[in-house]
């Protein structure tokens, strides 16, 4: 092991040399989003602007076009408001173009302190993080945001008149968008703790009750609306990608084991 040990201006020389690759992709897709930062916008407003409908037909998915009625304008209450709205969602878009080559430089920064076996599994480590978050932030943006935004532009507004702030309405579906991308992760962050031997599966199982707690309160913290619906559509996910993470932690244990 003495070997392989790097010396701390090799680590920090290392550190520099992957943050400044990530920084560099952070910049080459933020060009690229801004470019194109009116189409994500538009985008972006699907939530507000049409209703998901699902059927066991085709086409098994379709959007509805929502009544004008609770289809509010969206304004910009300051003269840069607008132009920072495109900012953030260049930033936004420019994080997810570019996690892969973060998630590899990560994974390449962890790797000195990897077995030789271990650091062949950068790609699936950067494919399979990648379409968690995927994952995760589509299933905010399809599913939980429309029956968000229709619960709380609805919800006991007959005698007043919804006006939405466009800097407001994109830090509201930017900040969930990024935290389900985030807890879809939840099953890499289990499989690495139990490998790195601060948990064991079986800890983990024994205690599930209290994920479960803990995954009802979450929601409620994190969920815009306080119905218990909107609440179950991000408790019900944590709940299976703790289960996942279980799973899964456990096949690796056992092959560390058989190693």
Not at 172 to 181: Q, S, T, V
Not at 240 to 245: A, D, F, K
Request: hydrophobic share 55%.
């Amino acid at each position: 092991m003495m070997d392989f040990k790097m010396p701390l201006t090799e680590h920090l020389s290392d550190l520099r040399k992957r943050i400044v690759i990530s920084l560099v992709s952070l910049l080459i897709g933020f060009v690229i989003s801004f470019t194109y930062s009116e189409v994500l916008f538009r985008f972006l407003t699907m939530p507000l602007r049409y209703n998901i409908s699902f059927s066991l037909s085709s086409p098994f998915i379709s959007f509805l076009e929502k009544n004008i009625k609770n289809n509010p304008p969206l304004v910009f209450l300051a003269p840069t408001e607008a132009f920072w709205m495109h900012i953030k969602i260049s930033m936004i878009a420019a994080l997810i173009l570019s996690l892969p080559v973060i998630l590899s430089q990560l994974w390449k920064f962890m790797s000195p302190g990897l077995l030789h076996k271990e650091k062949k599994y950068v790609i699936p480590f950067v494919i399979i993080t990648t379409t968690f978050f995927l994952i995760g932030a589509a299933y905010c943006f399809f599913l939980v945001l429309p029956f968000a935004m229709g619960f709380l532009l609805t919800y006991k507004t007959e005698s007043i008149t919804p006006m939405l702030s466009v800097g407001n309405y994109v830090d509201f579906c930017l900040k969930f968008i990024l935290a389900f991308g985030a807890i879809f992760e939840l099953p890499i962050v289990i499989i690495f703790l139990t490998r790195m031997g601060f948990v064991t599966p079986k800890t983990l199982a024994k205690h599930r009750k209290y994920a479960i707690i803990l995954a009802f309160v979450a929601a409620a913290f994190l969920t815009p609306t306080p119905d218990a619906f909107n609440q179950t559509l991000m408790a019900v996910p944590i709940i299976i990608l703790y289960e996942l993470g279980v799973l899964v932690s456990r096949i690796f244990v056992k092959r560390k084991v058989v190693s």
